[in-house]
């Protein structure tokens, strides 16, 4: 099942506790079909354990025109400390 398009995801810190993740579905019905797919619920079931899910329009820094990413390590992104 091909559910993401072929763009490369951006990942992205804002704030210490902030990160933004952006990818392209391949059409809608992708967003509904990933959630039946074990590997994808797999995947999201982690993250969940990390995040929460909200609407762009609710990250505050999102109501700037510009604002100022950073690449976090994996690490960040896991919730672990720095090595």
């Known amino acids: 099942?091909?559910?993401?398009?072929?763009?490369?995801?951006?990942?992205?810190?804002?704030s210490p506790v902030v990160f933004i993740a952006v990818f392209g579905w391949r059409i809608s019905e992708s967003i509904r079909e990933s959630h039946s797919h074990p590997a994808v619920d797999e995947?999201?079931?982690?993250?969940?354990?990390?995040?929460?899910?909200?609407?762009?329009?609710?990250?505050e820094d999102s109501?700037?025109?510009?604002?100022?990413?950073?690449?976090?390590?994996?690490h960040e992104m896991r919730g672990k400390p720095k090595t």
């Open 43 to 59: 995947m999201l079931n982690e993250i969940k354990e990390l995040s929460e899910y909200v609407p762009i329009a609710d990250v």
């Open 1 to 14: 099942m091909k559910i993401a398009t072929d763009l490369k995801p951006i990942v992205a810190r804002v």
């Open 63 to 74: 109501k700037e025109l510009f604002i100022g990413f950073e690449s976090p390590s994996i």
